[in-house]
Structures are given as structure tokens and as C-alpha cells.
């Protein structure tokens, strides 16, 4: 083998021992779901070659940067204070496998999560790989509310509103007759999340609304009953020329 091709080969020798000492770290699994109350196994890997003495090896919180649970090479292990007694590792973290379980899973858990590796003798390459925890969580206290007047010729939004859900429920809107007969939504009226908008309301406007607030583990529900007035400038108009043409006839007399 000549000097140049001596050369070219340990040069690509040199490439791969660079490409291979840089580490790399994986989170497998980006979304994972599990009801409130159960448990979730968050998978995270990494590839290095290089010793690992005084390795560092997290999880956080991303958003906050919040501790979720460090193993110290020294075989130390600390916990953030929300997860203590809930989170251990599945794997050893000094062979490669950084997986957590977290039990007794609760909304504020819902969020995504940060695995690191911090080996002093391995700097380059990629450190962090991040994963989201959705927290399953069905409907409950769920509302319904007016906002407006409910007159003649008003306009009035209907809400609806629940306390919890995971994932963010969807709300649907159903009517009913004062006679408890279902019909159609007006075609005027005007949806967003929740809300429901009833424009130019009139006496046919009156009757019960119902809304179903769902999401992939549950739904919920609540109703309302809504009653139009005629609007008081004109009760009030009507109940003055009784009063006058009473008057008027009195003073004839």
C-alpha cells in the first residue's frame, strides 16, 4: 500500500473513531399516555464510548428544568421533592438505559421531560433528547353559565366549562323545546370551545340547552335553562299608558 493510500485510510479511521466517541442519547418513545392515578414508563437510551467516570445522568422537567429523578456515577441518587417516592429507574444507568417509571401519575405530571447525559470525557455530540407526558384525565365539574341579558332581540352566550380534562375536552351543544323536544341549533349562532353565541334571541329562543364536554377517557355534562323576556324599555313603556289613559278617564269623570 502506497503512502497515500496509508494516509486516506487512516484518515477515515480517525472520522470513524471521532463519529463513534461522540454521544448520542435517545428517547424511543416521544408521546406517552396513562390515566391519572397509574403509572408511565418514560424510555430513554445512550451510546458513548468513552469512560464514564463522574457521569451525570438526569431527568427533568423541561419547561421548569425541574428535577425529576439523578443517578451520580457514585451509584447517589437524588430526587425533585414532587417525585419523591414516586420515580425509579427500570434500567441501570451505567449500562446505557436511563428508562424511568413515574406512579401515581397527576396533572401537574403533564408535560415534557427532559433525559441528559453529562460524561466529563464525552462532549460532543448530543446530550438531551426530550419526550411528552400526557396525564389521561376524564371531564368532571362541569358547568354551564349565561353571560347577557336573555331579552327580546338580545344576544346571550351559553358556557360550558369543566374543571379537569386531559386532553382538553371537546364541547358540543345540544336544544330542546320548553315541551323537552329536541331541535336544531340556530344556524346563526356562533361556536368557540365552550361557548355557544345565540343571536337576536326571541320567545322561540326559550327552552334547555345541554352540553356534552368529552375527551378520548370520559365526558360530562351539564344544562341550562333559558327563558326570554320581552325587553323592560317596553314593559315599561306598556305599564306608562295604562297608567295615562287611566288617569286621563279619571279626570273626565
Keep these: 500500500m502506497g ?9 477515515l479511521l480517525l472520522t470513524v473513531l471521532v463519529t463513534v466517541s461522540a454521544i448520542t442519547v435517545d428517547t424511543p418513545v416521544k408521546n406517552v399516555e396513562a390515566a391519572r392515578g397509574k403509572s408511565a414508563t418514560l424510555q430513554c437510551t445512550y451510546q458513548t464510548t468513552a469512560d464514564k467516570a463522574g457521569g451525570i445522568f438526569s431527568w427533568k422537567k423541561f419547561d421548569t428544568q425541574e428535577e425529576v429523578i439523578t443517578y451520580y456515577y457514585t451509584g447517589e441518587i437524588t430526587y425533585g421533592e414532587p417525585y419523591t417516592g414516586r420515580v425509579s429507574f427500570t434500567g441501570d444507568p451505567n449500562v446505557n438505559n436511563m428508562g424511568i417509571k413515574i406512579d ?5 405530571d ?11 470525557k464525552d462532549r460532543k455530540g448530543t446530550p438531551t433528547s426530550k419526550m411528552d407526558l400526557i396525564v389521561l384525565v376524564a371531564p368532571t365539574m362541569t358547568t354551564c353559565s349565561i353571560s ?6 338580545q344576544q346571550i352566550t351559553l358556557k360550558c366549562n369543566s374543571g379537569e380534562g386531559s386532553p382538553v375536552p371537546n364541547y358540543e351543544w345540544t336544544s330542546y323545546s ?7 341549533i340556530p344556524p346563526t349562532a356562533l361556536r368557540d370551545g365552550g361557548d355557544l353565541t345565540l343571536k337576536n334571541i326571541s320567545a322561540d329562543s326559550s327552552g334547555v340547552f345541554a352540553c356534552v364536554s368529552k ?3 370520559g365526558q360530562d355534562s351539564c344544562n341550562i335553562t333559558v327563558s326570554v323576556m320581552p325587553r323592560r324599555e317596553k314593559m315599561k313603556l306598556k305599564n306608562s299608558n ?9 279626570s273626565i269623570k
Excluded: D, M
Excluded at 401515581?104 to 401537574?108: F, H
Excluded at 403533564?110 to 466529563?120: A, H, M, W
Excluded at 315541551?179 to 336544531?184: A, V
Design 242 to 250: 295604562k297608567t295615562n289613559r287611566k288617569f286621563r278617564v279619571a
Design 178 to 184: 320548553p315541551q323537552n323536544q329536541p331541535r336544531q
Design 3 to 11: 503512502p497515500h493510500r496509508r494516509g486516506l485510510g487512516s484518515c
Design 104 to 108: 401515581g401519575l397527576t396533572i401537574p
Design 110 to 120: 403533564i408535560g415534557t421531560y427532559q433525559c441528559e447525559v453529562i460524561i466529563p
Design 215 to 217: 375527551n378520548k377517557i
Design 148 to 153: 347577557g341579558t336573555a331579552e327580546y332581540g
